[in-house]
């Protein structure tokens, strides 16, 4: 524990836990959307799916157990990935008082320069997308229960669908520049896989874009809707098991 | 004053043996009550720092820079020779010692030279274990080249960077030793005076550049690692800061100042495009390998290169020393360069220099080998002066790059001034009238890591520890008298600036006092160097205050001294009435016209005694004996 | 060559600062950047204006002394070169060109362009070195050094101590330096037994000197005169995250 401290004092160890913790985050973000595509197997299969959520475990484990494992992990990445965020932004914000009249960006990516403030979208969108699709105070027409239902109503008011478009295109950029630097960080760099870290970024980011975008604009086209089913049309899609929190 | 260079006798191999032993030694657990003031640096001083706070001594180091880690040892490129005999070529610490005298031209001292090659082996294993990345071979061990016309592989490098490599080794040493708190760095500092009472160095005046404050520093001993003098011309590949004022204000207060005309001409550098140039580029001599200098036959040809025909060409070297044609030595390019561009040869838009063409080698190799073999160097050029070495010829010119000369030290290193010691390309010691490539850096390692520490000490066994202290009046006298002299220079307020006093001087001495030389016209330069310092201190115009950082003021101080230093390089190479190394004498010239020693009458160090601004000094002589590298003239024809 | 030269002056450490503005003409394409600033000073001298203080030494690329900030980019535009080098035919068609120090906490301006850079040889200080006994060292040979690993050292040993990277960076972070001498000497086998202290002690001190931390935004990079890479950067990470979980436990003073 000493030593996990230590490390966390020095700038680099800072960025060392930002890493792992979004490193865990990505998997979430990979499993979410997975659950997601379910939506494409029909209202009783995404409802049973994220039911199941909440049993994971069950009968091994007490109730609701393993949700709230996950949600207590999940819950200190998000802390100790905003904690670090905002911690190393002030040092770096200290180390330049007087800025430059004329500066040019040299960095690698545009990317890189959209991570503070693109965070910053990122987290408002989570806690309104918790009371969105999880506890229901910002839905119009919440109903505990019917989690495929609550999407659909959900993604068919535009400017909801124009946030979380906004916010995935931040998520993207977000993976695009976080995962390729977190394998800076964490020192996973060799010459013979260093070129492929900077593709699978993108690669990455690409592919969580197209699949979380797919129910909004699924709804937004009527592909889904409250009325039809297409369950077998995608359920090749899903593999596995996905651990996951709220239904949406 | 009294020249004793303390040679041990004996066999020459055992002398420096011999010679530790019989120095006295100090107690480990008095050595934190000495205190040694080092000025410098470079390879030399950082290293003798790093050394002695090693040892335990409290070193206090000055440089002008802002960082330790900046002195222009750090620009050497081609690498630093070692008698490891790696190669198995048959090189020796003997060959080495043998070389170096002989590329000396018979002017400097056989024990020195031979301590040198015997302390080469020493440097190549400290910096291997500091961490110097030499280039190695695939079996992992160290690589060699040859360099500069040794007919043995014994020059260790790292790529084109060998001097900065070694210095990164000496400075991180010496910061080693700052956190350990046995030295202190001071950085932007300049050294404005040397104290001596009694004829004993006792500290210095230094400025701090940034504050603008004088103060004194007093110490045991004190050591000058401060570099040469190139910059007496103005234009050379010294770094802009290098200067003589630590050596010279130590030769002001009595240190006899030795072989000041020798300095060295490099053939290959870039000519200078205007009158604006600052500094001159140094290009590795290695393009000579395949390059073919040539210039116009008829003088004033102002065609291009490629519409000059072949046999309007005129490939002088080749045609004056078809044996080493376009690899002649150093000294003899360089002067045949010179008579070409006077004669009005010369090429460029300033008809400044003469080409050095890769067109045969291209149409011989082909344009890959090429780029493989000077690769970086073509596009070094390209980018200094944006033409394109695959197609037209480079333009190249000699120019000044290092000083033999300097202030004279026996074989411990001290100055005529006893506490006084003087450290690499600051003393004359090992090079003679002529340094081999890949040499400076040796000199100032072993000066640095294994001479002076030692020697040191012997010095410092005599003296009774924390003597020295800044309150006796001759510090006061020194302080006043530096502070008097920055006043006047802010004084003067004049209508010309520094660099324009800086540029006529460099042009008196480049073109009198250059690399060659005549009678008439060194006397003709006396002259006018006193003509132009009398000039300076009527019309030089330094604005600015004295108390915050002030480049221009730096600069007077320092031209201030180069054109009171400049005097006695002309008396020096008056006084030189003989060809020998780099020094050429027009009256001394054999039928081929080479240089023409005369070793009956001047097998000697000149050791100059300073007698006042303006005032004639005082020639004295070191004889040199040759017990072991005989007599020889060498031929490149 | 004619264009307007915006010129940061300040006269001292504690003085405001502000961009002075002069009309430069008759400049050939031939000089260098500094030798155009000599110039420009030639002309305020002669005008009894107190020259422009800028740093330089060896004027060839290798002492790292000079270093300003030519409009927004470290160094100039040219890439892979130091400002010393930069030749104003580089500029060619700029009407403006501004010229401002480095800017970061840890490399207070002292005058006009110069800034005092002693933070980078704390960071030396700081364990940037190997510790070898003058005399002690073993024969040369005696410790191969794979090719690889020499050529890579010697990748990372280049470094001139500039400050372009922090210059560039825009957390204002000296991380590439750092981890070019980390990665120098903990590449070689000469560098190990001080390899996790190293890395520890001089993190450390790039913290404590007010540095900014590295986000992997790779400007350090493109701005460095020498071109070194970021790897090393990742290659510090790794030491230090392997020398502060596994290395012997080692008191961390706090950021």
């Known amino acids: 524990m000493r030593r996990a401290v230590s490390l966390y004092r020095t700038s680099v160890g800072k960025k060392f836990y930002m890493a792992v913790s979004g490193f865990i985050l990505i998997f979430f973000l990979i499993a979410h959307m997975a ?98 699709f999880t506890t229901g105070q910002a839905h119009p027409d919440f109903r505990a229960g019917d989690a495929y239902r609550n999407v659909v109503l959900g993604f068919q008011n535009w ?70 089913s297409i369950a077998e049309k995608e359920a090749g899609v899903f593999h596995g098991a996905p651990i996951h929190e709220g239904g949406e | ?179 350990g708190g046995n030295a202190k760095v001071f950085t932007r500092h300049e050294l404005l005076d040397v104290v001596v009472v009694d004829g004993v160095a006792r500290g210095v005046v230094l400025r701090d550049m940034v504050s603008g404050r004088i103060f004194s520093d007093a110490a045991d001993a004190v050591v000058l690692a401060t570099g040469g003098y190139s910059n007496v011309f103005f234009l050379s590949t010294n770094a802009k800061g290098c200067n003589v004022t630590a050596t010279w204000r130590a030769h002001r207060r009595g240190a006899g100042f030795a072989n000041p005309c020798f300095t060295q001409i490099h053939p290959t550098c870039i000519p200078p495009s205007g009158e604006y140039q ?131 030290v026996d074989y411990n290193l001290q100055t005529t001034i006893p506490g006084l ?63 008097a002299r920055v006043d006047a220079l802010l004084a003067v307020g004049g209508k010309t600036s520094v660099d324009t006093f800086h540029m006529r001087l460099g042009r008196i001495m480049w073109d009198k006092c250059g690399m060659s030389r005549n009678a008439a016209g060194l006397k003709e330069a006396l002259d006018q160097v006193r003509q132009l310092r009398e000039e300076f201190w009527r019309d030089v115009r330094v604005l600015g205050s004295g108390d915050t950082l002030n480049q221009s003021l730096e600069k007077a101080g320092r031209v201030a001294d180069f054109l009171e230093f400049a005097e006695l390089m002309c008396y020096d190479a008056l006084a030189r009435d003989e060809s020998c190394g780099a020094h050429y004498r027009e009256e001394h010239t054999t039928e081929d016209g080479e240089a023409k020693r005369n070793d009956e009458k001047f097998a000697f160090v000149s050791v100059w005694e300073f007698r006042g601004v303006g005032e004639e000094p005082i020639l004295h002589k070191e004889p040199l004996t040759f017990e072991y590298v005989p007599l020889s003239t060498r031929s490149y024809k | 060559m004619e264009f307007t030269l915006h010129v940061w002056r300040q006269s001292g450490p504690a003085a405001p600062g502000r961009f002075e503005t002069l009309s430069v003409k008759d400049i050939s394409e031939h000089m260098s950047f500094l030798e155009m600033l000599d110039l420009v000073n030639e002309r305020l001298i002669a005008e009894g204006k107190e020259p422009i203080a800028f740093d330089h030494d060896c004027r060839e690329g290798i002492c790292g002394t000079c270093g300003l900030m030519i409009n927004g980019v470290p160094h ?13 035919r580089h500029l060619k068609g700029a009407k403006e060109i501004w010229v401002e120090p480095w800017r970061a906490r840890a490399f207070p301006v002292i005058k006009d362009l110069v800034v005092d850079r002693s933070a980078l040889d704390r960071i030396i200080q700081a364990g940037g070195y190997i510790s070898v006994r003058t005399g002690s060292a073993p024969e040369a040979n005696s410790i191969p050094v794979k090719k690889i690993d020499a050529d890579m050292a010697m990748d990372a040993a280049i470094c001139i101590g500039c400050g372009a990277c922090v210059a560039a960076c825009p957390n204002g972070s000296a991380m590439l330096f750092t981890a070019a001498k980390v990665s120098h000497l903990g590449l070689l086998p000469q560098g190990q037994p001080e390899r996790f202290d190293r890395v520890l002690s001089m993190v450390e001190a790039h913290d404590r000197e007010g540095f900014g931390n590295c986000t992997n935004h790779g400007a350090c990079q493109n701005a460095c005169p020498k071109g070194i890479s970021v790897d090393f950067i990742a290659r510090l990470n790794r030491d230090l995250v392997k020398a502060a979980l596994t290395y012997k436990p080692y008191e961390i003073t706090a950021v």
Request: glycine share 10%; hydrophobic share 40%; aromatic share 12%.
């Open chain 3, 76 to 88: 100039g535009p040219l890439g892979l070169t130091t400002a010393c080098q930069l030749h104003m």
């Open chain 2, 1 to 179: 004053m009294e020249l004793n260079a303390k040679i041990p006798s004996g066999p020459i191999e055992q002398r420096w043996t011999k010679h530790r032993f019989e120095m006295k030694l100090v107690s480990p657990a008095n050595k934190r009550k000495y205190t040694v003031i080092v000025i410098g640096t470079g390879l030399a001083g950082a290293s003798a720092a790093a050394t002695m706070a090693e040892l335990g001594y409290n070193v206090r180091v000055y440089t002008y820079n802002d960082s330790a880690r900046r002195a222009h040892s750090i620009a050497a490129q081609g690498g630093i020779n070692a008698a490891k005999n790696y190669q198995n070529d048959g090189d020796s610490v003997y060959r080495l010692f043998y070389d170096t005298v002989k590329g000396g031209d018979f002017r400097s001292r056989e024990s020195n030279v031979y301590r040198l090659a015997e302390l080469s082996v020493n440097i190549i294993d400290q910096c291997v274990a500091q961490g110097v990345p030499f280039a190695r071979e695939y079996s992992g061990l160290l690589d060699n080249r040859s360099f500069g016309g040794a007919q043995v592989s014994r020059t260790f490098y790292a790529r084109g960077q060998t001097g900065q490599q070694l210095l990164l080794g000496c400075y991180q040493a010496l910061q080693k030793e700052v956190a």
């Open chain 2, 421 to 483: 010691f003087a450290a690499g390309e600051a003393n004359f010691s090992d090079h003679g009238a002529n340094r081999l490539g890949a040499s400076a850096l040796m000199q100032g390692l072993a000066d640095g890591y294994f001479i002076l520490p030692l020697t040191i000490g012997d010095w410092l066994a005599r003296v009774k520890p924390g003597a020295n202290t800044t309150d006796h009046p001759a510090f006061r006298d020194a302080e006043r008298e530096a502070k």
């Open chain 1, 35 to 132: 659950g997601n595509l379910k939506m494409y197997a029909g209202p009783e299969a995404f409802n049973h799916y994220a039911e199941w959520l909440r049993e994971v475990g069950y009968p091994l484990l007490p109730h609701k157990s393993a949700l709230w494992v996950m949600r207590i992990v999940l819950l200190a990445s998000v802390g100790i990935h905003m904690l670090s965020a905002l911690q190393l932004y002030l040092q770096s914000r200290a180390a330049r008082p007087i800025g430059y009249r004329q500066a040019q960006d040299l960095s690698f990516s545009y990317a890189s320069r959209t991570m503070r403030w693109g965070g910053v979208i990122i987290a408002a969108f989570v806690v309104y997308h918790l009371l969105h």
């Open chain 2, 278 to 408: 600052s500094k001159l580029t140094l290009m590795s001599e290695s393009l000579r390998n395949d390059g073919r200098i040539w210039v116009p036959k008829r003088a004033g040809d102002t065609r291009a290169p490629g519409d000059i025909p072949e046999d309007e060409r005129d490939y002088y070297l080749e045609r004056l020393y078809p044996a080493f044609g376009n690899l002649s030595p150093r000294d003899i390019s360089s002067r045949r360069a010179k008579e070409m561009v006077d004669r009005g040869h010369g090429v460029g838009p300033l008809r400044n220099g003469v080409y050095l063409d890769f067109k045969d080698a291209i149409a011989r190799l082909g344009r890959e080998k090429i780029r493989e073999r000077y690769g970086n160097l073509f596009a070094m050029y390209e980018k200094i002066t944006g033409e394109d070495p695959y197609e037209v010829p480079m333009r190249i010119y000699p120019a000044p790059h290092y000083t033999m000369g300097g202030l004279w």
């Open chain 1, 159 to 228: 400017w909801v669908v124009g946030f979380y478009t906004l916010t995935l295109i931040m998520v993207t950029f977000h993976l695009y520049h976080g995962l390729w630097s977190a394998f800076q960080t964490i020192g996973a760099n060799h010459p013979k896989y260093n070129p492929i870290r900077r593709p699978l970024a993108l690669v990455l980011a690409l592919l969580l874009f197209a699949g979380f975008m797919s129910v909004p604009v699924g709804v937004q086209t009527g592909l889904l809707s409250l009325q039809s």
